[in-house]
Structures are given as C-alpha cells and as structure tokens.
C-alpha cells in the first residue's frame, strides 16, 4: 500500500478566496464548510459552529462583528484559529495571533505562504511511499504522532518566551 496523495490534500484558502463583503455567522458557517470541509476527519464534525465563533469573538480572539456581519480580517482569524486550535490553548491561539498580527504586514498571507510549504513538504516526503505491512504503518504513525507532541511542546515553550519578552 502507498499513502495516497489525497490524504495530504488538505484545502488552504487564499485571501482572494474570502469575499471582500460581510457575512452574517450563517454565512460565515457555510464558506467554512465549502472551503475547509475537505478537511474534516468525518462529516459529522462541523469546522465551526456559532458557539465557538461567539466564544472567540468573547475572548478577544477575533473581531467582533458589525451589526452581526464578519468582516473579511475575522474571517482570515478565523482560518488560523482553526489551524492553531487543533494544537494550542485558546490563550495560546490568541497570543500567536496577536503576535503574528503585530510583526506582519500582512499576517494572513505569510500563515498560507507557510501552510503551503509545509504541506508541500509533507508531500515530498510520505506521497508514494510504501507501507507494506501493518507493522510499517504502525511504525510511521508513532513516529508522526511523536513529532507532533515533540513540535507542540517546542511551540507552547517558545510561545512561552515570547510572552516573557512581551512582558519586560
């Protein structure tokens, strides 16, 4: 068996991909569906739903809403809240966000120049290779999952001094 080139596919959303006009939370909901759903690991898991927009928008992750229309910079926080939430806290999540908003010209497109080279990257090194037993495909999922903790750690820890920078 060799890894499909479709379990890498995952859908980046370019900033010219996010209407320029507001979108109403319903509206918002669908374009996450169309543009990340492909995403998903199932179905049944939504990318967002109202609640964890409006607890982002409370925590000060994201821009509130004008008259309960999201503009074109909540949605693009949104795109990497969803990136970084499968990683970080919800504290840590903002303070990346923050922190990137603060040193980028033009934050949202340096997080998808990024994506892309490292899904690109992903490519070059797992397309096509061969899994011949379960005992390999055990062996390269530990060996993923392990450098996932191991880059988390590493985040959180530099994220960590970053913010002790931030605050002398």
Request: zero cysteines; aromatic letters at 8%; hydrophobic letters at 40%.
């Amino acid at each position: 068996m060799q890894i499909p080139s479709d379990f890498i596919n995952f859908n980046t959303v370019k900033s010219d991909d996010i209407p320029e006009i507001q979108l109403y939370m319903d509206q918002v909901l669908d374009f996450f569906e169309t543009k990340l759903g492909a995403n998903k690991r199932t179905d049944q898991e939504p990318i967002f739903t109202k609640t964890m927009i409006n607890n982002y928008v409370k925590a000060n992750v994201v821009p509130s809403p004008v008259k309960k229309k999201y503009a074109k910079e909540a949605i693009m926080d949104l795109i990497m809240v969803y990136a970084f939430k499968q990683v970080l806290s919800l504290q840590d999540t903002k303070s990346l966000i923050k922190a990137l908003n603060q040193i980028e010209a033009e934050p949202y497109n340096h997080f998808i120049s990024t994506e892309e080279a490292i899904l690109s990257a992903l490519k070059a090194d797992y397309i096509g290779n061969e899994i011949d037993s379960d005992e390999t495909l055990i062996a390269q999922i530990v060996a993923l999952t392990l450098e996932a903790s191991i880059k988390k750690r590493l985040a959180e820890k530099l994220l960590d001094q970053l913010s002790n920078s931030d605050s002398k």
